[in-house]
Every structure is written in C-alpha cells, then in structure tokens.
C-alpha cells in the first residue's frame, strides 16, 4: 500500500493546482463549481459590457456589443475580472427605425439592468464595472441604476462610456476627432474583426455632423455616421492606427478602473 503514497500525494497537488487556475474569465462559459471557488474569495470584479443593436456606418450593427466585450476580454486578466454576458439589446433612440435595428424602453431597460446588477452583487462581486458600448439616454439609466444598487447593496459601481473617455486618445492617433460609427469607433471594430468592416459600402455623403447649439433635431437621424466635429471623423485610416487605438483605449480604460479600486480600497469602501 505504501508504495501508491507518493503517486496519491503527487496527484492530490496536481488537482489542487488545476482547481487554481480558471478555465475561462466568461461567466456564460464557467460553471458553477469552478464560479464557487474563485468568486468571491479570489475575484471580485466583474465587467459588464453593455451596448444596443444600431446602424454604424460601414461596421457590424452590433458595433455598440462587440467593442466593450472585446475591450473586457483584453483587461480582463490584468483586473483579476470575471466578464458578465453582454445586454446586447439597449436604448437606441434616434436611430431605432433603421434596418436590423432594436429599441428597449426606458422602463424596461431601467428595470432589466437593475436585476443584473442586483444579481452580480448577491453573486459576491464587490466592483462592479459597466463598459457602456452605447450612449444617449442609456447612459444616464445606467449611471443611475449603477448608483442606486451600489448604495442600497453597499458594491463598488463605475460607468465608463469607453469612446467619450478616450478621445484624447482619438485626438492623439488621428490627428482630429471621430463620431458614432465615424473613424475612432470604425478603427475599433477594425482591430477587433476586420470582416465586419466593409469599406466598399462607405462614401461621405453617408455621414452627418452633431448640430452643436441644438438648433435642429430629426428622427431618425440622417445618417448612421454623427460626426463630432464638421468635416472631421470620416473613416479613413489604416491597419496599424486601428490596432495602435484598440490598444491604447484599452489601456487608458483599465488605468482608470485600476486606479478607481485603488481609491475605493484606501477610503476602506
């Protein structure tokens, strides 16, 4: 019997070492054993990517989901995170009636997120972080929502618009600025998947600047490219600036969820 001492000893380590090591950072993909023994004892944060099926131009209508799952799977490991599925249905708005596109309302939103997030934090995350793919009147359900539950559950929330948070990043690589569907969000996609990128279907008559002093508005919206700036955002650009954007919004997007836990640690939230 002594002699099976050794190779039981020898395999108990080797388990115990497996049991160590995730087999995946995607909720939809864990289960619940190995969940159990990481959450919440060794991760505590978890992303949550959140977008809306929409018109983008010349890129995928699911644009707004693709960009921050991909962004989450790229931080994921340097943040010890687990990545949520993605709500990929959202708060379209103005380009709802578009071919492909999806609009949830308000209330229905509002009230979805909020058993999300209540079921991430019964989960045992103690941060939750939000990268919003989609803007416009989602934003503020979810910075809303986000800081309710994190007040009534006593979790750590943080909101990140990634594009709008970036563009000085968009300013540095390009050289001037983007817009829905324009050049920063179309280099973004392009890094990730460039199959969802049909450039042979672009021409700038597709693209229609944000009025800035609010003088007009119009439902649908003119065109699926909203340009920041007038005559600047037009999706040109190459391989090596969309892959040096991809990597450079990600690392300003992980600095400031690095540097916000960081804080709510030394405060002892």
Known sequence: MRKFIPFLV????????????????????????????????????????????????????GADNTA????????????????????????????????????????????????????????????IIILNGHGGGQTAVLQKVAGEIANELQVRTLVINWWSYASDVTLEVFKEDGGHAGLNETAYIQAIDPTL???????????????????????PFPSSIGLYQEGQGYPNFNQEQAEEYFQKVNKKVLA???????????AGL
């Open 256 to 266: 400031l969820i690095e540097e916000t836990i960081a804080k709510w640690d030394l």
């Open 68 to 127: 921050p799952f991909a962004m989450a799977k790229d931080i994921a490991d340097e943040l010890n995170a687990l990545i949520a599925p993605t709500l990929n249905y959202g708060m379209t708005g103005s380009m709802a009636n578009y071919p492909g596109a999806f609009e949830i309302s308000e209330e229905a939103y509002s009230l979805f997120i909020r058993d999300i997030l209540k079921g991430l934090a019964r989960n045992g995350f103690k941060n």
């Open 10 to 61: 020898l395999n108990f380590f080797v388990l115990s070492s497996i049991a160590q090591t995730l087999t995946t950072r995607e909720m939809d993909r864990i289960n619940w054993m190995e969940f159990a023994e990481f959450v919440p004892e060794k991760i505590q944060t978890v992303l949550l990517p959140t977008g809306t099926l929409e018109p983008h131009g010349v890129i995928n209508n």
């Open 197 to 219: 990128v049909h450039q042979d279907r672009y021409n700038s008559n597709q693209a229609t600047a944000y009025p800035k002093d609010k003088s007009w508005s119009a439902v």
